[in-house]
């Protein structure tokens, strides 16, 4: 099982990570992220998962899937008994603008938009954003910034994560485009048009 962040500090790794292998393999998922936290004075398990292999955030997790994991995770660790005190338990999906974490998520996502805080600026520049372009044999990263692609390695990256960006000709804002097609349809069954 591949988890690309974890912090697990004050917990027995190996209890958390032995009981939530076989679920997120029974789910057909990965973990991204598998962090240990505080939160207003209580603490909190947070498990980001998503599909494997896909390069669309988000893709194939449901609110459905995150409940069904969320109810097999938390009776796998109640059974493992892994955590004495009381917990929250978050189970989550990375969204749009996931974190991306080294070599593996850069060649995966080659192809979309990134946002890439480094360690090293390149021409200047400590914070790049551009079109990810993958990662070589010698571990450098290539990212398309306006027309010009730019090398680094993949060592001086501090910080990255994807980009949602707006496709032309979609709306922005709080409006959605199924309300002028429902309108629309509205307007033809009124006028005897049907659909």
């Known amino acids: 099982m591949r ?3 974890e912090k697990l500090t004050g917990l027995d790794r190996d209890c958390v990570v032995g009981a939530l292998g076989p679920v997120l393999a029974a789910h057909h998922v990965d973990c991204v ?5 505080s939160d207003r004075g209580e603490r909190v398990l947070e498990v980001t998962v998503e599909k494997p292999e896909v390069t669309e955030p988000g893709a194939g997790v449901t609110l459905d899937l995150l409940s069904e994991v969320s109810r097999d995770l938390s009776a796998a660790l109640d059974v493992a008994d892994c955590i004495a005190q009381r917990y929250r338990l978050e189970v989550g999906s990375p969204g749009l603008e996931r974190t991306l974490y080294g070599e593996a998520d ?3 996502f080659a192809g979309r938009a990134a946002r890439l805080k480094l360690r ?3 021409r200047g520049q400590h914070v790049l954003v551009g079109t990810l372009a993958g990662v070589d044999e010698e571990k450098q990263v290539s990212l398309d910034v306006r027309g010009e692609v ?4 993949v060592a001086d990256v501090d910080t990255a994560r994807l980009v949602f960006e707006w496709k032309k000709g ?3 804002g709080s409006r959605s485009s ?10 033809r069954a009124r006028n005897g048009a049907g659909e």
Do not use: T
Not at 33 to 37: F, G, M, T
Not at 179 to 187: F, P, V
């Open 150 to 153: 730019v090398r680094f390695p």
């Open 170 to 172: 979609e709306p922005r």
């Open 33 to 37: 992220e598998l962090v240990w936290r």
């Open 3 to 5: 988890i690309a962040h």
């Open 106 to 108: 850069f060649r995966r």
């Open 178 to 187: 199924a309300g002028g097609k429902a309108r629309d349809r509205r307007a």
């Open 120 to 122: 090293v600026p390149v």
